[in-house]
């Protein structure tokens, strides 16, 4: 074994080692988790969305929980973590839009049909650019209308045999 791969597998070692445990973050995460709820009634002045800032904020860091290092400071990094879910949620709600009972949406809504006759009228116009012969050749791809589609092809697999 070369030096350089020992001395990382030596360094993942410690990292294995200095790795907070599942039961160490519970522990922390059950001590941690009142003052983080009065810290999101602090930042959302909204005691409605305390309890899913905190629920998200225990999400994210039970998944990245693996980072942590034993002797670090936990407690610090999860209130980072409660603040940054905070800033997520104001970033939504500014393009977001109460209307409970879906009045403004009936009145903004642009239907799926839109899209393809959008789409169907540009096809229009770009086939009428075309010169006769090559509208034709199209249609007749486009639409199947090969007559002799199957000798075509019997010629084909013939030239390639």
């Keep these: 074994m070369s030096r350089a791969a020992a001395l990382g597998l030596e360094a993942s070692e410690r ?8 039961r160490e973050f519970t522990d922390l995460w059950t001590d941690t988790v009142g003052p983080l709820r009065s810290y999101a ?4 002045r909204d005691p409605r969305v305390v309890d899913d800032l905190v629920q998200q904020a225990a999400l994210q860091a039970w998944e990245a929980r693996h980072t942590l290092r ?3 400071s936990a407690r ?18 500014q ?7 879906g009045t403004l949406a009936e009145n903004v809504a642009v ?15 770009a086939m009428e650019d075309l010169p006769d012969k090559q509208r ?26």
């Design 111 to 125: 239907y799926p049909c839109y899209q393809a006759e959008r789409d169907l009228a540009y096809v229009r116009c």
């Design 95 to 101: 393009f977001e839009i109460e209307d409970p009972n």
């Design 70 to 72: 034993s002797g670090g």
């Design 15 to 22: 990292e294995y080692r200095t790795m907070i445990t599942d």
């Design 41 to 44: 009634l602090w930042l959302s």
């Design 76 to 93: 610090a990094w999860l209130f980072v973590i409660l603040r940054n879910c905070n800033h997520s949620r104001l970033r939504r709600g």
């Design 136 to 161: 034709r050749a199209l249609n007749n791809v486009v639409f199947g209308r090969y007559r002799n589609f199957g000798s075509l092809t019997q010629i084909w697999e013939r030239a390639l045999a």
